[in-house]
Nanobody, 115 residues
Framework: QVHLVESGGGLVQAGGSLRLSCGASGSIFSINAMSWYRQAPEKQRELVAIITSGGSTNYADSVKGRFTISRDNAKNTVYLQMNSLKPEDTATYYC?????????WGKGTLVTVSS
């Protein structure tokens, strides 16, 4: 069984920074893409950032230049460094991992940005 454990969420003032982490443990083989999604109240879940096994990255337009996704393959962990946070970044952030034949969602970590 595979578990994704996210951490790093919390309350921060606008302009501040947070770093999210998501570690995968269990019988997980050959992770491909790792990504972060977010879902604000009464809104659809949206892709924030994705990183491939080769290190290529892509970001939602709304976070380009402010967020950075990275991964540590030895630890099966993906990170999201979030700078210059805005109130509209307030959401529950979920990591999503695609491995060979399977994909997994984390339970989410809440990020609240106050104005």
């Amino acid at each position: 069984q595979v578990h994704l454990v996210e951490s790093g969420g919390g309350l921060v003032q606008a302009g501040g920074s947070l770093r999210l982490s998501c570690g995968a443990s269990g019988s997980i083989f050959s992770i491909n893409a790792m990504s972060w999604y977010r879902q604000a109240p009464e809104k659809q879940r949206e892709l924030v950032a994705i990183i491939t096994s080769g290190g290529s990255t892509n970001y939602a337009d709304s976070v380009k230049g402010r967020f950075t996704i990275s991964r540590d393959n030895a630890k099966n962990t993906v990170y999201l460094q979030m700078n210059s946070l805005k109130p509209e970044d307030t959401a529950t952030y979920y990591c999503y991992v695609v491995a060979v034949g399977m994909s997994y969602w984390g339970k989410g970590t809440l990020v609240t940005v106050s104005s």
